[in-house]
């Protein structure tokens, strides 16, 4: 129980200290950085919204599909998350706007589902679609919690895209590494901020 009262204490520090940074960032950015989660549908695209956020502002829901629209969620004026359909909505409408969408995202965080078929052969397809256009794409191994033998998986994700991407596993429902996550959104902010104070930029 103490070490439970002392990890959410850490989660609540944490929590602040990101809330923080993101604001001092923020102020900085000259323009406006959209991150938008793409993935298929049921892989917690909607979830980590929600966790990232710290609020429940995205439908979450256990059948495919839920996500029918682009769904815009400020953070911070400057910081923006999309919310999208799923590339493989049977609802073919709703996956052809993702598949519209992503071209006006700046980072795109490309989701798979740790406890499915990680990195399937539809997945494989959208993702050298996706990758054509906008090369800054994170992957978000997601469902952790109801996986085995994660690395393997990172592992497997980082051999078939020639290891050029960072693949960051998270479990939106238990929470952890959501901190990682946030991380790396951060450090990705951080050289926006560095490239627009370049000389001549
Ligand atoms: N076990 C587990 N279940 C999760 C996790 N994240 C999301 N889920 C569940 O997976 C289902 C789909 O989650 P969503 O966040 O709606 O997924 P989505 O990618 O937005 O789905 P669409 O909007 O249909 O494309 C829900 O039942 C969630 O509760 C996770 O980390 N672990
Ligand atoms: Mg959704």
Excluded: H
């Excluded at 490309?110 to 992957?139: Q, R």
């Amino acid at each position: 129980m103490a070490n439970k009262n002392r990890q959410e204490f850490n989660e609540q520090d944490f929590e602040k200290a990101y809330d923080q940074e993101t604001s001092r960032i923020n102020a900085q950015l000259d323009e406006e950085i959209l991150f938008a989660m793409i993935g298929d549908v049921n892989t917690g695209k909607s979830s980590t919204i929600n966790k990232l956020i710290g609020d429940e502002v995205a439908m979450v829901g256990a059948k495919p599909g839920e996500t029918t629209g682009i769904d815009r969620y400020i953070y911070r004026d400057k910081i923006i998350f999309a919310d999208t359909p799923g590339l493989d909505d049977i609802n073919n409408r709703n996956s052809q706007e993702t598949m519209k969408f992503y071209k006006n995202a700046d980072v795109i965080l490309f989701f798979l589902n740790a406890a499915g078929t990680v990195f399937s052969e539809g997945e494989k397809k959208s993702f050298e679609i996706i990758s054509k256009e906008n090369k800054n794409i994170l992957f978000v191994l997601n469902k952790i919690d109801a996986a085995d033998d994660i690395q393997s998986l990172v592992n497997y994700v980082k051999q078939n895209t020639e290891n050029k991407y960072n693949v960051i596993p998270i479990s939106s429902r238990t929470g952890e590494n959501i901190d990682k996550l946030r991380n790396e959104i951060l450090d990705i902010l951080k050289k926006r901020i560095r490239k627009s104070n370049l000389p001549g930029s």
